[in-house]
């Protein structure tokens, strides 16, 4: 099966910084990767798919990159209510396997 | 407007059973697949498997087979997931989650059901 390795773990920033989060799929996956964000207690929200496709809804600080094996969620300028829990998913074919997540504070 | 209702927390003791269930509205239940996450205490999400809405077969993903049952009632657009034998290690938070059957992804996910499994 795919890994979805995602990197850093756990990161604390500042509001109004540029936030970067990799996503790593070994082997490649093409463009189906999906980011998601699950702030704490509630349920996990679609950010981003096809690698870098919007949901509707989401505000635009948020933009996906990447294709085949490397993927990044940025954030263009940390706000105090982006404080979640981030994961990746590849969803080329089953299993559509979930990245560890990654810990996001303001610092 | 989709929405995913799921049942309720659950209390359980081991070796008893469980059967979670998640409505769908707002959307023709059978022109989506269900899917469902398992997220323990404290822990990440994992894929635990899907069914297809129009046949009801299921798939399920490594570690999740034997006593995890994946099922259906489309004449009331309910999904369920039922598990056996509990133990305490599958404590957790369950969730329903519908994609297209075209794109994998996950766009609309229910409130989650909290299984405790505690003597």
């Known amino acids: 099966d795919i890994q979805m390795t995602q990197s850093p773990s756990s990161l604390s920033a500042s509001v109004g910084d540029r936030v970067t989060i990799t996503c790593r799929a070994s082997?490649?996956?093409?463009?189906?990767l999906a980011w998601y964000q699950q702030k704490p207690g509630k349920v996990p929200k679609l950010l981003i798919y096809?690698?870098?496709t919007l949901q509707s809804g989401v505000p635009p600080r948020f933009s996906g990159s990447g294709s085949g094996t490397d993927f990044i969620l940025t954030i263009s300028s940390l706000q105090p209510e982006d404080v979640a829990t981030y994961y990746c998913?590849?969803?080329?074919?089953?299993?559509?396997?979930f990245g560890q997540g990654t810990r996001l504070e303001i610092k | 407007q989709v929405q995913l209702v799921q049942s309720g927390s659950e209390l359980k003791k081991p070796g008893a059973s469980v059967k979670v269930s998640c409505k769908a509205s707002?959307?023709?239940?059978?022109?989506?697949?269900m899917n469902w996450v398992r997220q323990a205490p404290g822990q990440g999400l994992e894929w635990m498997g899907w069914?297809?809405?129009?046949?009801?077969?299921?798939t399920y993903a490594q570690g999740f087979t034997g006593r995890f049952v994946l099922s259906l009632d489309t004449s009331v657009s309910t999904a369920y997931l039922q598990i056996s034998s509990l133990k305490a290690e599958d404590t957790a938070v369950y969730y329903c989650?519908?994609?297209?059957?075209?794109?994998?992804?996950?766009?609309?996910w229910g409130q989650g059901t909290l299984v405790t499994v505690s003597s």
């Open positions: 069914i297809n809405t129009n046949t009801g077969n299921p």
């Open positions: 998913q590849k969803y080329n074919s089953a299993p559509w396997t």
């Open positions: 082997p490649g996956i093409s463009n189906y």
């Open positions: 096809a690698a870098s």
């Open positions: 989650a519908r994609c297209s059957w075209e794109e994998n992804y996950f766009d609309y």
């Open positions: 707002g959307y023709t239940f059978t022109t989506y697949a």
